[in-house]
Every structure is written in C-alpha cells, then in structure tokens.
Antibody
C-alpha cells in the first residue's frame, strides 16, 4: 500500500523558514517523481514544486527563490525547504507522487501557518 | 497560461441521481493532460480520472470522464453517499506547469 506521510508543519513568523518532510513507502520511491501541492484554508489547490526521479527540480514561477525541493532516496523522503515565509503561504501542504501529467497518490497533508 | 473554469460551483443532488460536472479550459488543450480529483472534507485529494477519460486504480465505473479541446466533463452515473465532495479538474501545461480549476462542490 502506498503511503505518504508529511511532517514539519507548524506556526512560523513572517520572514521565517520551515522544512517539510514527506516519508514514502509502498512503492519504488527512487523511480518516481514527487511534488508538493498546497491548499490555503477554504481555497483550491496550487502546485508548488516538483522533483524528478533524477532530482531535477521545478517550482511554480510565483514561488521561485523562496521554496526548494529536494529528495533523499535512501531515506525514501522528499523535502520542501521554505524561506521568507509570508502570510499568504499559510496552507495545508500535500506531498504527492507525480506521474507525468497528474498526481496519483497524496499524503494527508501538513498545516503551515505563517503569523506573528 | 491556461485557466480552468468549473461549473457549476455547487451541484445539489440526491443519492442515486446523475451528476454532470464541467471543466472548461481558456484555450484548447490535449486531453492527455486533463485529470480529475475528488476531495472530501478534511481529506487529501484523490485521483479519479487521468488522460480525460481513464479511471485511476480502484475508482468505480460509475465515474467517467470525457471531452476534448476546451470542454471536459466528469459524470457520476448514480451518486453514492460517499461521492458528496468537491471535485477539481487539473491540467498539465508542460515546463512543468500544473493548473487546477476552482472546484465543484457536490452536495445533498
């Protein structure tokens, strides 16, 4: 069974940093691209960042320079390093396995709240 | 950049009824790059349909997707109680760029 378990969310002050983790199991993690998708409270879905199986990284244009995705294949884990956080970054952040044109499995999400 | 519009915003139906959800793209897109997700309250989204019409693993055949060009449809042939949720369409625009529609809420 595929499982994606996010962690690392919490309350952070504006301008602060946070690193999210997503531990994967139940599939060949090394062979899969992974992504982060976020959802602000009461809002829709927004793609944040993705990383290929070869560790090529991609980010939404609106977030470039502030968020960095990475992966540790031996640990079956993907990370999202977030810096210069703003109130508008407040959201549930989902980790998802990325199958080319869509996201086939999703974690339960971790809430990031940016507030003073 | 492709913009996705979903209609209606809310669809009020009863169990057993047929639901027809629309997703319209601001310009013609490849049907290979259109997916649908379901999200229940407090839960993560779940992939329903990819490539406009292919059901994801484990998705019951009451869910079907169709369409091409700018107009795509998700049909639920007979609503079950667990189908009342928010449905999102999503387009892959290369580069990569992923765009989600604003969602359609199906409620009782």
């Amino acid at each position: 069974e595929v499982q994606l378990l996010e962690s690392g969310g919490g309350l952070v002050q504006p301008g602060g940093s946070l690193r999210l983790s997503c531990a994967a199991s139940g599939f060949n993690f090394n062979a899969y691209a992974m992504s982060w998708v976020r959802q602000a409270p009461g809002k829709g879905l927004e793609w944040v960042s993705g990383i290929s199986s070869a560790s090529t990284t991609y980010s939404a244009d609106s977030l470039k320079g502030r968020f960095t995705i990475s992966r540790d294949n031996p640990k079956n884990t993907v990370y999202l390093q977030m810096s210069s956080l703003r109130a508008e970054d407040t959201a549930v952040y989902y980790c998802a396995s990325w199958r080319g044109h869509y996201f086939d499995f999703w974690g339960q999400g971790t809430l990031v709240t940016v507030s003073s | 950049e492709i913009v996705l519009t979903q209609s209606p915003g809310t669809l009020s139906l009863s169990p057993g009824e047929r639901a027809t959800l629309s997703c319209r793209a601001s310009q013609s897109v490849s049907s290979n790059y259109l997916a649908w997700y379901l999200q229940k309250p407090g839960q993560a989204p779940r992939l329903l349909i990819y490539g406009a019409s292919s059901r994801a693993t484990g998705i019951p055949d009451r869910f079907s997707g169709s369409g091409s060009g700018t107009d795509f449809t998700l049909t639920i042939s007979r609503l079950e109680p667990e189908d009342f949720a928010v449905y999102y369409c999503q387009h892959y625009g290369g580069s990569p760029v992923f765009t989600f529609g604003p969602g359609t809420k199906v409620d009782i």
